[in-house]
């Protein structure tokens, strides 16, 4: 058994009704001043009175920034970084979806540390802990609130590139599904196909072990049960409930477990094609799990049984493949385009994609199988053009 680290966020409250806590929680870390970090959408939605309302009766002061915009680039976050130099918050609290809770961490850190935040991007070159800061997620997708990775488009290389630090974890994240109510349906699919992978990505990845295992077959079996509901019946609670603690449980795995392919290749649609994050994930995940399949059969036939499919009476082989095409009707079934060339990319981006994707070494060394250029520009290839995935048996 390998030396393995299991890392999350200091305290967890979760629950219908549980933003109303993050007055106490507030209290427990002797936050006097906070700033809340959003952006404009959530802040119309009125959302942000059940963040306000609590934090005011326990007597903090509070400021709001809503200046965060999708796929933040690093100017985005740079912005903010002066607007806050000299603040004295003691409190910082990210409120929305990936986005906000990606720059809520970077900005915590960035009131400790001199450097100029592009120093950060890497694995743990992070010199001191941060301002506390309280994450809670209005969409149910990222995990964010559970991992140390915080994730900025840098528009020079049209890559995203990555700060990863053990400091970047919250003292408290708040997993309210009530606050996803209101989540329109195209982006309740993105994200919640993104909380999937995920959870097939972290329960497959080479450092998957037994204290994750669990965790993402958990989040595997909430999201595919209601991810459909979710989407289509907004309201429904129960199925908002099952994907926020879905996509929770599968960020506690991903930020320990690590990701794999699925994120290397669609973080170039990102950057370049501006692809969101979700749909890029989702658009790849059945042809990159198609390929990574026959690396662990059994992992695969789980992972079915997990998406509550019938497997009974079928080969490992059968059912790893029950599990793939499940992935590719999930994904179609809740709106998500499942070509290249739906989403604005021609046969020639094709080996460029490659190119890029082949440099995330950070990820594809944790992918069950081993991917070189060649390979992942196959990949791309038949998710170019054709929305059926090849059944294993015929590859
Ligand atoms: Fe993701």
Redesign the pocket.
Known sequence: MSISYFRTAQTLVTGTGSISKIGEEAQKLKATKVMIITDKVIRQTGLLSKVIAPLEESGLVIDILDDVVPEPPFENLEEMITGLQGKDYDLLVGVGGGSALDITKVLSIMLTNKENVRDFVGIEKVQNEGVPTILVPTTSG?GSEVTYNAIFTDLRDQVKKGIVSAYLLPKVAIVDPELTLTVPPSVTAATGM?AL??AIESYTAIRAGELTDGIALHAIKLISRSLRKAVYNGKDLKAREDMAMGSLLAGISLGNAG?GAV?ALAYPLGGKFKVP??VA?SLLLPFVMKYNAVADLEKFAEVAKAMGENIEGLSLREAADCAVQALAKLSQDVGIPSTLKEVGVTAEDIPGLAEEASKIDRLLHNNPRWLTVREIKKIYEEAYGTAEVPSLATT
Request: charged letters at 10%.
């Open positions: 990222t993104d992978v995920h990701v994120h994050h979700g994930n």
